[in-house]
């Protein structure tokens, strides 16, 4: 038995520097630093309350062929009126991967929603091209400044303009954007974090700008998907 014990200890080691050698590296201990955010409208610098920020943890997992990547953990914070959140630091463990068991950290993406704003693009470790400005504390914890875009800036009609991106493609994209919240996800959120809400003001926002696209559907479509959002909240 202690040999077998044995044997299975430097087999992970073997295993271990194998996957180092394809890219990646194996810890039985892997810690994701505290995080210390701000959400701001980048037009106004004006900070964005109850915005929705979500953490995904990934864990890479050996598989018969290759590997795979799987979600072993998600948390949800909101914004509170500065704007701000926290995301406190994570360790998992890990056991070592022997042909098919075991796991390694494969990251950590934040994502960042608001209903009358562009979502922001998933933060990851490569972030020389993304809007979003991240830096180090010096007790190792991580700042983010995370920067969006009103949806009433970006769907903007210039109605002197008759191309048809601004006629055609900004409309069917501004509907695209809004369908995402029809699962009344975003609500049931705020709902569980004891955060009031209004949804008609969000859909006044909403009726505002599609007032401006040429389709006469917009305000049916919006109120189907109220319809549609309610009836999910009095569901949960």
């Known amino acids: 038995m202690k040999y077998k014990s044995l044997f299975v200890f430097f087999f992970g080691i073997v295993i271990s520097m194998i996957a180092t050698q394809k890219g990646f590296c194996w810890s039985p201990i892997a810690k994701s630093p505290e995080i210390h ?14 915005a929705l920020v979500t953490v995904v943890y990934y864990k890479e997992v050996p598989a018969v062929v290759d590997r795979r990547s799987e979600v072993f953990a998600s948390y949800e914070y909101i914004t509170d009126k500065e704007g ?77 303009s008759k191309s ?26 705020l709902t569980q974090h004891k955060v009031s809400y209004n949804i008609g003001s969000i859909f006044d926002c909403w009726r505002k700008i599609a007032e401006q696209f040429p389709s006469g559907a917009a305000h049916s479509y919006l109120d189907n998907l109220e319809k549609k959002i309610r009836d999910n909240l009095r569901s949960k």
């Not at 955010?37 to 109850?50: A, F, L, R």
């Open 164 to 189: 048809f991106i601004n006629k055609t493609l900004k409309p069917l994209d501004f509907y695209s954007a809004i369908e995402v919240n029809d699962n009344a996800f975003y609500w049931n959120t």
């Open 37 to 50: 955010g701000q959400v701001v409208d980048v037009t106004t610098k004006k900070p964005i309350e109850n």
């Open 84 to 160: 701000k959140f926290t995301v406190p630091a994570k360790t998992s463990i890990h056991m070592p991967p022997l042909l098919i068991v075991g796991s390694w950290f494969a990251g950590r993406n934040v994502m960042v929603y608001h209903p009358l704003y562009i979502t922001a693009p998933e933060i990851t470790s490569d972030l020389e091209k993304s809007e979003i400005k991240v830096t180090s504390n010096k007790d190792g914890s991580l700042k983010y400044e995370v920067g969006m875009v009103s949806l009433e800036k970006r769907y903007r009609v210039d109605q002197n």
